[in-house]
Structures are given as C-alpha cells and as structure tokens.
C-alpha cells in the first residue's frame, strides 16, 4: 500500500509551503519586524514580561476562549463592543476555521491573484473550488472582473488583503464596496485580511469601524508583523452569528499559555510596537528611494512592511531575478524570489523592510556589479 492510494489527489498534486534556510543570512524574505521582541523594550520591561511569563503554570491547559487576552486585544486596538473576537494559532488556522465551515459540496472561495498563497492552498486542503480573479498589470482591483466572477460563480468567501500580499499596495475602497455589495446579493461572505495595516499612511482607513454597516463582513489581523511572528497569535473580528459559528471549528486550547502571557503583555505595549511600525515606514520610503535610483530595478509602491521590484532586461523569462536572488543570497542576504508565482510577478522579488544597517547592506548588494 502506497500514500497515493488513500490520499486525496489534488493534495498529492501540492508542494509543502517552503520556508527557506536563514542561520547566518540577513533576513528579510518574510515580512518579519526586525526589531526583537521584547529585546527592543526597556530593561524593566523585559523583567516585567519574564516575570508574568514565570507565573503560567504549564501543567494546566491554558485558558480556553483566552478571555484575558481578547480583553487586551479589544483595549489595544479599540475593537467595538458590538463586535466579537476568535483567536487563532496565527492568520492560517483562521482562514482554515473559515473555509472548512463554508465547504458544503460545490462550494467555492475566491480571491485576487497574485495574493497570499495561503488562500489557494487552504481552498485545497478544505476541498473547496478555488477561483482565482487576475489584478490589473499596475495591482489594481480589476472591480469589473471581480463583480462578474462573484455573479458567475457564487462563492461562499471571498479573501481580500488590503495591504496585498505579495504586492504591497491598497485597493480602492469603493471597488471594494461593490465587491462587498455583489457578494451580499449572491450570499457569499467577504474576509478582508489587515495583516499589514500597521504599515500604512493615513490615506487609507482600517474597514474594522465598517464591519457593522454589513451583514456579511469580517476582518482579519495578526500580531505577527507587530514583531511577535513567534508567537503565532491572529484574530478574526466580526459579528456574533458568523463567529460563533466559526468557533464551532476551532480546536481546544488553540491558543498556548504562554503565548496568551505573552500577547496579553504586548498589548499593554501596543504603542511601542506601533512606533516601530512608524520606524519601518520611515525605513520604507528611505529603501523605496534608494532602489528607484539603482539601474534596473522598477520598484513598486507599498503601504506594507515590504518592497515588491522588478528586475528588468530580458522579461521573456525569469532569469533576471533569479539572478538577482543568488546575487543577494552570496551577500548572506536572503529575500523572496516572487517571480514564479504567478505571471504577473515574472522577474519580481519581494524586500522586506528591515534595520537600517539591514537595508543598507541589501542597497549595497544591489549596486554591486554581478
């Protein structure tokens, strides 16, 4: 008997998320803060959060619906009383929970392309049909197609990043609107991810005051880009009925005793996680300037943690950016290589904002002569 008897084809037809080898690089392939926490804190704070962690007694489960928890999420991002919150073992396991309690037979989830590759995989795994819509050449919602597909298809959720991911841009918000509106009167569910909502301008607004004016919208965030990647810790923001349901789904004791300690700890922190946000953004528009000027390179605008470029010459085939990649990999500097993911990344590598001293030296690397 072989795996390939009982296992489900197209989940044999996947390849595992691959998560690069980083000892001795610099690392910025993952849109990680490179601020340590709680390392970038001051001494007594350290001490403070050492001390609160010494007290979790791990022979016990830990809390169930992490009631302390949600309370400080609630007070640090002043999540409205009327709406509710379901913590997840990081962004993943939440559209996991979603998609495994939407995938009635011919059910469907759609989202952009190219978007976080999570949402394909995850439609995969749940046995869902995935549909993906096309962004327009500059990463623009192409609302037209998107209304069309949500009409044609009928899908049961829709996932919207806003930041995208690997892109780094915001959508327009009336195309999201319409988006919002299409899918309502076709009853699907609209999940826009804010992952990377810490990093924007004023310009753009956060959706989580808009919640309440729809009956079918929920909002997504991840301490992970705050500089607690580690601790594996998203949330899902939304109504009572839908996540209710949801939590329906959501194995025992997801969420670990000490990264409940933790988190709760961070959250009494939150203005100083978002001055290092301030910091990155800083950091953004200083890298952003430097690889407008470097011969080759056509750098698009973010308002994430990270820098989508292009490299150009022969755009025929991806070699450019693969050359690029091994150039900067040799420098012990490691980055994503975006250009196979889909056709309208081809020669594209994804640069996350890192320390100063990180970006200079990947600003080096990138002037250097191969």
Request: net charge negative; hydrophobic share 45%; proline share 5%.
């Amino acid at each position: 008997m072989k795996p390939t008897d009982i296992i489900r084809p197209e989940i044999g037809a996947l390849s595992s998320y691959h998560v690069q080898p980083a000892a001795g690089f610099i690392k910025l392939d993952a849109m990680e803060n490179p601020y340590a926490f709680p390392q970038s804190l001051p001494e007594l704070l350290q001490a403070r959060l050492l001390e609160r962690l010494s007290t979790v007694s791990l022979n016990r489960y830990p809390a169930a619906d992490a009631p302390e928890l949600k309370a400080s999420i609630r007070y640090a991002m002043q999540i409205p009383a009327e709406l509710d919150i379901m913590l997840g073992n990081g962004s993943d396991e939440i559209i996991q929970l979603i998609a495994m309690a939407v995938a009635k037979p011919g059910a469907a989830l759609l989202s952009v392309e190219p978007a976080f590759v999570m949402f394909k995989m995850i439609a995969t795994f749940c046995g869902l049909h995935y549909i993906g819509v096309s962004l327009k050449a500059d990463f623009s919602l192409d609302a037209e197609a998107m209304v069309a597909a949500i009409a044609r298809e009928q899908p049961a959720v829709i996932f919207i990043a806003n930041p995208n991911n690997p892109t780094g841009n915001c959508f327009d918000r009336k195309s999201i609107a319409r988006i919002i509106s299409t899918a309502e009167k076709n009853g699907g569910l609209v999940v826009i991810d804010e992952a990377y909502f810490p990093f924007t301008t004023h310009a753009h607004e956060s959706y989580l005051h808009n919640i309440t004016e729809h009956e079918n919208v929920v909002l997504m965030r991840t301490v992970s880009k705050l500089g607690l990647a580690g601790l594996r810790l998203g949330m899902l923001v939304g109504r009572q009925a839908w996540l209710q349901e949801f939590d329906k789904l959501r194995l025992p004791y997801n969420i670990n005793a000490l990264t409940q300690a933790a988190a709760a700890f961070a959250m009494e922190q939150y203005g100083e996680l978002l001055k290092q946000c301030d910091v990155i953004k800083h950091e953004r528009i200083r890298l952003a300037i430097a690889l407008a000027n470097i011969s080759g390179i056509e750098t698009f605008p973010s308002e994430a943690n990270f820098i989508l470029i292009r490299v150009t010459g022969d755009t025929s085939v991806n070699t450019e950016a693969d050359k690029m990649f091994a150039k900067l990999r040799s420098r012990k500097i490691l980055v994503k290589n975006t250009s196979q993911s889909h056709p309208l990344l081809a020669n594209t590598l994804r640069l996350t904002v890192g320390t100063p001293t990180e970006n200079d030296a990947m600003i080096a690397a990138l002037n250097e002569n191969p």
